[in-house]
Structure formats: C-alpha cells, structure tokens
C-alpha cells in the first residue's frame, strides 16, 4: 500500500472485501480515505440481481454502501472519461467502458485505484495499486 494515500476501489476489490479478504481488510485498517464509484456500486447491485441469491446479495452491497463516500459522474469526471477514452482508442487498446469511468473517477479526483484488473495499466496518468 502507498503511504498517506487516498484510494478508489475497483469492483473486484469489493467483491474480495465482502468475502473478507485478509490482505483487504488489513490495507483498508491503514488506509486514510476509501471511496467508491457510483459505476462500481451499479456493478455490485448487477451482480446482485443475476446472482442466485439476489436478495441477500442485494442487502449486501446495500449494508457495504451505507456510510461509504461515494463519488457520482459530473461534469470533470465526463470530461476525463471523454480524454482517457480517446487516448486507448489511439493506442488500439480499449478496455470495458464501466472500467473507464472508474478511471475517471480516480483520475478526476487525484485517487489511487485499487485494482486486480491489469487493463487499468494502459490509462496514462492513472495510479493503481493492487491488495
């Protein structure tokens, strides 16, 4: 983990998280400020609907959502989506669009995203950090 950061974290952080993941639990014990994407929240509570178990998923990611500092899209973020994702079409290197917003939430507002997915890699100006 990096010292004194900020961090965004990525869906699959999450999903590790709500299965109490050790090494999760323990970086977010040191972590100063933790937040999460509204596009990351809307890809828990899909999960949540197709899963076998919806309602108890649902309450879940509901329970995990409570007191969270959530950030939403507005219009620096739309903004940096339109940058970050004209830049991985010039490089020939597209990634999943919910992934692009996650980025420009995390580039938007200075935040080091907390990934597994190694497709973040290609999106300059976006520091990543994996638990």
Same mark, same amino acid.
């Given at each position: 983990?990096?010292?004194?950061?900020?961090?965004?974290?990525?869906?699959?952080?999450?999903?590790?998280?709500?299965?109490?993941?050790?090494?999760?639990?323990?970086?977010?014990?040191?972590?100063?400020?933790?937040?999460?994407? *509204?596009?990351?929240? %809307?890809? =828990?509570?899909?999960?949540?609907?197709?899963? @076998? $178990? +919806?309602?108890?998923?649902? /309450?879940?990611?509901?329970?995990?959502?409570?007191?969270?500092?959530?950030?939403?899209?507005?219009?620096?973020? *739309?903004?940096?989506? %339109?940058? =970050?994702?004209?830049?991985?079409?010039?490089? @020939? $290197? +597209?990634?999943?669009?919910? /992934?692009?917003?996650?980025?420009?939430?995390?580039?938007?507002?200075?935040?080091?995203?907390?990934?597994?997915?190694?497709?973040?890699?290609?999106?300059?100006?976006?520091?990543?950090?994996?638990?």
């Amino acid at each position: 983990m990096l010292p004194s950061g900020r961090y965004l974290l990525d869906t699959n952080i999450v999903i590790a998280l709500l299965e109490g993941e050790e090494a999760i639990l323990s970086n977010l014990d040191q972590a100063s400020e933790v937040f999460v994407s *509204a596009t990351v929240l %809307g890809e =828990l509570f899909y999960g949540a609907a197709k899963s @076998g $178990r +919806p309602g108890e998923n649902t /309450d879940k990611v509901e329970r995990f959502a409570a007191g969270r500092s959530i950030l939403t899209c507005d219009v620096d973020v *739309a903004r940096a989506y %339109g940058r =970050l994702k004209q830049s991985l079409r010039e490089k @020939g $290197r +597209p990634i999943p669009e919910n /992934d692009i917003w996650i980025a420009a939430t995390a580039v938007c507002h200075g935040l080091v995203l907390i990934t597994r997915d190694r497709h973040f890699q290609e999106i300059d100006d976006l520091s990543i950090s994996e638990w």
